[in-house]
């Protein structure tokens, strides 16, 4: 089944495809560097603005809430505006929505302007994709995806390092302000390049239902999401509420879409077993991925002495080995089974969460980093791959529409991953320490004489309790981390026969998708 090329017009050539892709692939990063940049700057923004930490978590989930809403409309809006419109349209609201968060004087217009950079990001990533399909020819289109990917890869691990170095030595409003030159540069790039490759467009409906019913379930499942682990999840009457709201949502959007005869979301794609497939494995994958992307540094930061920086730099070495094998698996997608390369790269990633699962309160910094190393060989081979495979067949104007969708299911994904990572770590911690404390008492020798050397040493009776109540603590975490790095492997695994349901994909395929 060979796969359509993505638009009528022909490849760009020499020093314009060039200059086309770095366009493209800086406005990505931008994109892809801002939601994970301010993470490490919310302490600063929170006690800036005079708010709590807590509080200030509002600045991520209010960017994550918008994002999600707008992916999945990328391809109603394409048809509408115009691909070449449309992108550069999102370019320059992002760079004027940057800067106003930069200027933001409090918390609440920090977050409406936070909400306003989320929804006009949206369009972004799918429609870089597809515009940079549209600039190579089809038998390289394998390479395209491959140059793409690297900035995607490399972003969110840059995020976290350059964020603290700008709070740290200029100001937090500059995580913000730094768009502004990466956005004009590439929006002027974009627009003299691509100007003349715009796509036809319909004066469609709006679906104004449609619509409604999407920011109503999507908003209430990401705040659910992003709420659920401070406000103790189903315990609190608000999560319910959330989460009623989005079952039930979901449900109207559900019937509503599969009967409108100008849908807002193309839900028709998922009749396409390449398609539903393919997103699937992505999605569940991306969340494995992701979610253990953040359990790593709060165990190293929290139970293992690790600053933020050194957190970093353990996180860091993921790009390296996936900067170089990622044009290898494009240059080759035409002539190797998509299929084989993201089973080798499950496999890589099971590996690698084994090897964590291994990991003890004694481990080194070396033997910490060298999985994150390996795991850069499972990175080239997943994002490439999967995308050709889920976009295969598709004509070139559906191109859009299923890019954006594939790129919704995986940021849902991804913060469904965070979510229940995070609170399975902290559960089965509870329980651990639980368990590990009823062997700590008076009756046991070994107890009364470390509480004996502990107060030989300086400690009162309370400080040496305190002490070993710590180490109890870090290992009940250490085992935690050791279980959920052990399921995901497992999970993994689990994930390769979901790829072999897939139809071989045949000839030069590969076609956009995402890795955010």
Known sequence: MSTPHVAAHPPLQGSARVLGTLALSAATFMNVLDSSIANVSLPAIAGDLGVSPVQGTWVITSFAVANAIAVPLTGWLTQRVGQVRLFMTSVLLFVLASWLCGMAPNMPMLIAFRVLQGFVAGPMIPLSQ???LSSYPPEKSGLAMAMWSITTLVAPVMGPLLGGWITDNISWPWIFYINVPVGMVAAALTWAIYRERETPTLRLPIDFVGLALLVLWVGALQLMLDKGKELDWFASPQIVSF????????VFFLAWELTEQHPVVDLSLFRRR????????TAVGYGLFFGNVVLLPLWLQQFMGYTATQAGMVLAPVGLLAIVLSPVVGVTMHRVDPRLYVTASFLVFGLVFWLRSLFTVETDFVTIMIPTLIQGIGMAGFFIPLVTIT?????????????????????TAGAFGVSIATTAWEDRATLHHAQLAEHVNAARPVVEQTLGQLQAGGMNHEQALGFIDRLVTQQAYMISTQEIFYLSALLFVGLIPLVWLTRRVRGAAADAGGAH
């Not at 390449?274 to 494995?281: E, R, T």
């Open 130 to 132: 597809t515009l940079l």
């Open 243 to 250: 989460a009623v709201v989005a079952v039930v949502g979901f």
């Open 391 to 411: 976009l295969s067949g598709l004509p070139p104007s559906r191109i859009a529409a299923a890019a954006g969708l594939s790129n919704f299911t995986r940021i």
């Open 274 to 281: 390449n398609f539903w497939s393919g997103a699937l494995a």
